[in-house]
Structure formats: structure tokens, C-alpha cells
């Protein structure tokens, strides 16, 4: 797996932990046909409208950026307390061919 796959899924995941597992509310936003995302931390599930932090990267230019954001996760992240030692993954590559 690419470098950008690999940092995009990590980044994806940890979004996923930190919404489901502290009272901040979390969006991921995909818009694959520019190769952008953006993310959203906001101060609850209730204040949803209250960001605390968010950006926006070009997936395709910046993976030092998407580096950033993978330790600014991990920040809230440890900040909460959450548990990582559970976000053991695979990733299945799977191909088809057309012949």
C-alpha cells in the first residue's frame, strides 16, 4: 500500500476512535475527485456547530500535512485517554482484472 492510502485510512480510523469513544463530535469528508479531505472536531455531540479544530489537505500534494493531522488526532486522542492499542488493522488490497 502507497504511502498516501496507508495515511489516509490511519487518519479515517483515528477520526472514527475519537468520535466513538470521547463526547467530541468528528467529520471526515472524502471528495475524491479533487483529492481533498477535510476534518472536523468539534466541541460535542450537542455542539456540533463548535469547531475546536479542523482543516482541509490535498491528498495528492501535501503528505507531510496528512502527517500533521495524523499527530493532531493522536493529540485529542491522548488527551481523552483513549485507548489506541486496539487499532490494529488490515488493509485487504484487493485487484481486478479484466481480460
Given at each position: ?28 469528508s ?6 481533498k ?13 463548535d469547531?475546536?479544530?479542523?482543516c ?15 499527530e ?20 485487504e488490497?484487493?485487484k481486478?482484472?479484466?481480460?
Amino acid at each position: 500500500m502507497d504511502e498516501k492510502s496507508r495515511l489516509m485510512a490511519e487518519i479515517t480510523l483515528l477520526a472514527m476512535k475519537l468520535q466513538n469513544e470521547t463526547n467530541y463530535a468528528v467529520f471526515v469528508s472524502l471528495s475524491g475527485h479533487v483529492e481533498k479531505m477535510e476534518i472536523r472536531v468539534c466541541k460535542s455531540k450537542k455542539k456540533y456547530l463548535d469547531d475546536i479544530a479542523s482543516c482541509e489537505f490535498y491528498t495528492d500534494r501535501d503528505l507531510e500535512r496528512m502527517q500533521e493531522v495524523k499527530e493532531y488526532l493522536l493529540g485529542f486522542i491522548e488527551k481523552k485517554k483513549v485507548d489506541v492499542n486496539q487499532l490494529d488493522y488490515e488493509i485487504e488490497e484487493i485487484k481486478h482484472y479484466v481480460f
